[in-house]
């Protein structure tokens, strides 16, 4: 996030209610302003050589390990480095462009 980013007013385009955007100021450098809480879906497949693990719901996050343990913690770190690629990437192709940022929160599925 730049640090020239700005809180303004703006409507919504369905109700034209007016509503406050994200301060992203106060944004950490990277991430969200606070800790999210998402339940994802982890597999792991038996392999001789170990486990193969995935996330059902990240494309793109997937792992191995030697053991069982190995294979979650490998696997928690590939979905924070899936996010974390994915949210540069997106900063990056809107970089110049006016948009709005705000958290979304999800319910339970």
């Not at 302003?33 to 792991?44: C, G, H, S």
């Not at 995935?54 to 480095?81: H, K």
């Not at 462009?97 to 599925?109: D, N, S, T």
């Amino acid at each position: 996030m730049t640090s020239g980013s700005r809180v303004r007013k703006n409507s919504d385009p369905f109700t034209d209610a007016p509503h406050d955007s994200t301060d992203l100021s106060r944004m950490p450098e990277r991430g969200y302003p606070e800790p999210m809480k998402l339940t994802l879906t982890a597999v792991f497949r038996r392999f001789p050589e170990g486990y193969a693990a995935f996330v059902e719901e990240l494309p793109g996050a997937n792992t191995q390990g030697a053991t069982l343990e190995e294979a979650r913690a490998n696997l928690a770190e590939a979905v924070t480095m899936v996010l974390q690629a994915n949210r540069e990437l997106a900063e990056e192709d809107l970089r110049g462009q006016e948009v709005i940022r705000e958290p979304l929160l999800l319910g339970a599925a």
